[in-house]
């Protein structure tokens, strides 16, 4: 640290991405990306755009929105486009959340939303997922926070029926109720065609996970008008032009491609499903998952031994430290490839031990 850095940032603790290691080829099964490329449309697109980067992006991001919309079945005034779906969290916590308003979240989810509260200095309430790792709705009904729910929930897998997610969301009609959608093209259901109801939902959507796009950064913001009008303002006051000219280009192309991406999301589906089969089989306990990854816990090998082990095996898989889920490992979904490799070197492992 600098004898400059400001005393509000001295006591930081930041994110930890997944590691992206360079020192030897990795099957790389720990930061959830589709293993699939972008569809060669998306790239074709990209290329092209490429010729035009002496100019600034659409600030706007017209063309992305309106694509986006029909995607999602909105109107581009529902619609806030954003450089990674992180992006519209951040925004999110600037915008809504201060001393008097802390935000709520399950103790298990995505380890950003912390990071995020403390950086922006919005005080926020760890709620705890049951014994199963599962979220109880009834922990949310008529709370005093702002509400962030990743549904599919990461690391766990888990999801909501969209009723409890709206009952979670007409019941704090005074608080902004944020659904984080990442995963949810792998098995779970949409809440976006709630925001034409309630005026307090917002929906967070990211390509990097079904539609390849982890390096374009690309994730978008769906709520009310008014909603994403806040949003804006906090965009405008700190980078107007947060979405490149080619991830704009990628983005149109990709919504486009569409059935390129379901494709690839079916297979993810049936390749999960196998390899929960595996693991099983192997002595695992599985969470049921709607995402493109698997929560799982080896019967004889500690979440820790058996991440390092892989990873000098050349499988990078995701451990966290924190207790309750210090056991797991997370496991993205990769090609049968990818897969069946991680199985023959979970049998080796579990092997030496006897
Ligand atoms: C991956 C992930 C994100 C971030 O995605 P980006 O769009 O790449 O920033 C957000 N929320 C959850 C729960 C995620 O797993």
Redesign the pocket.
Known sequence: MSRFLSKKYATLTPYVPGEQPRDMKYVKLNT?ESPFPPSPRVVAAAEQEANRLNLYSDPECTELKRAAAELYGVEPKHVLPVN???EILYFAFLAYGDDQNPFAFADIS?GFYPVYARFCDVPSREIPLKDDFSLDYRDYLGIREHILI?NPN?PTGTTLPLWQIEEIVGSNPDRVVII?E??IDFGGESCVPLIHKYDNLLVVQ?F??SRSL?GA?L?FGIGSEQLIRDLNTVKYSINPYNVNRMTQAAGVAAIEDDDYYRANAETIMTIRAEATEQLQSLGFTVLPSCANFVFAKSGSVSGEELYQKLKARGVLVRHFTKERIKDYCRITIGTREQMQTLMTNIQSILAEKG
């Open positions: 959830n990674g779906s992180d995505y990743a990461a984080d990442a995963y990211t990097s996970k982890a950064r994730g």
